[in-house]
């Protein structure tokens, strides 16, 4: 039987529950982040309880955001909230015990959703859990400020790619344009989200270069880096995330890949335009994601096989 709920239950749910507990995903990004920060303001303009957390905690590049009045530790007895899951699509998005939890409620917007929970409320077309949660404080009755608007307009941008990519809805335009409309720094979001880099991103963007890899006549871009690798370039794994903008670029590239270790584990992050599925891709390999961004991880493997693997996966769908 079907968890999923429509958007109607979703508002009930908020409006009747209370001492919210929202859980972002790990690897945390402006969606993610963003998302619950605008939830918890809201439901907290309401005259109730909500707190966001993270168990890694939300990374320095984020730190424009006020993030910390609205996220704290993760407790360890959870009894007495009411536990929300924004912009998680699976457990393996969690660490212990938060991926064992039921959640009360899951809002997302991934393509597929494997998380433990009582009502899923997905909607899959959407670029960002952003524009999920703009509705539901809309449906909320919750006042559009300034201080709401950052946040949302954060994670919209986020996931939107600046509001590039192929998922970006019309709608989603006009929810930017509104959440604009509050006044706030937008450009300064964008700036802080893609132009600005530390040092140690930046070696880590000079050697995505150095080791970038054309295949298939040019219709796969690949990158591949070892913890070896990043280390010698003077960074490190929390840097890669700038990795995945280099082979996607790349004029005549359908499809591309970043391979890159994750702490014990070893990630794949495939990209693709057009009528490439990613997202089914990836979940032959236990992974999941969205249609044109999407990716799987390994245990007990080393880049090397990871690249081999990947190889002959994208065989399959290019030739
Ligand atoms: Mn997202």
Do not use: W
Not at 103 to 117: E, R
């Amino acid at each position: 039987m079907s968890n999923r709920i429509p958007e109607s239950e979703a508002l009930r749910f908020l409006k009747e529950r209370d001492n919210f507990l929202i859980y972002t995903h790990n690897s945390p990004d402006g969606d993610t982040v963003g998302s619950a920060m605008a939830l918890v303001m809201g439901l907290r303009s309401m005259g109730k309880r909500a707190t966001a957390c993270n168990r890694e905690g939300v990374p320095e590049r984020l730190a424009f955001l006020p993030y910390s009045a609205y996220f704290t530790p993760c407790p360890e007895d959870v009894s007495d909230y009411t536990l929300v899951s924004v912009d998680v699509a699976s457990p393996k998005m969690l660490s212990l015990p938060e991926a064992e939890y039921t959640f009360a409620l899951s809002i997302d917007h991934h393509k597929v959703n494997t998380i433990g929970c009582e009502r899923l409320y997905l909607r899959d077309e959407y670029i960002a859990a952003g524009e999920i949660i703009f509705e539901l404080l809309k449906g909320l009755g919750v006042a559009l400020t300034a201080e709401l608007a950052l946040p949302l307009y954060t994670a919209i941008c986020s996931d939107s790619g600046g509001f590039r990519y192929q998922a970006t809805r019309p709608e989603t335009m006009g929810y930017a344009a509104e959440l604009m409309a509050t006044g706030i720094d937008f450009a300064g979001v964008c700036r802080l989200l893609f132009e600005s880099k530390s040092p140690s991103q930046i070696a880590a963007e000079k050697l995505g270069y150095q080791k970038l890899e054309l295949h298939f006549g040019g219709r796969f871009a690949l990158v591949a880096v070892t913890e070896e690798e990043l280390r010698a370039a003077g960074s490190s794994e929390e840097d890669t995330e700038v990795l995945n903008q280099i082979p996607r670029q790349i004029a005549g590239v359908q499809m591309s890949a970043v391979i890159k270790p994750k702490g014990n584990l070893v990630k794949c992050s495939f990209r693709s335009s057009e009528d490439i599925d990613v997202a089914a891709l990836s979940q032959t390999q236990n992974g999941g994601g969205h249609y044109h961004a999407a990716g799987f991880s390994k245990e007990n493997a080393t880049v090397a096989e990871v690249r081999d693997l990947v190889l002959s996966m994208v065989e399959g769908v290019l030739l």
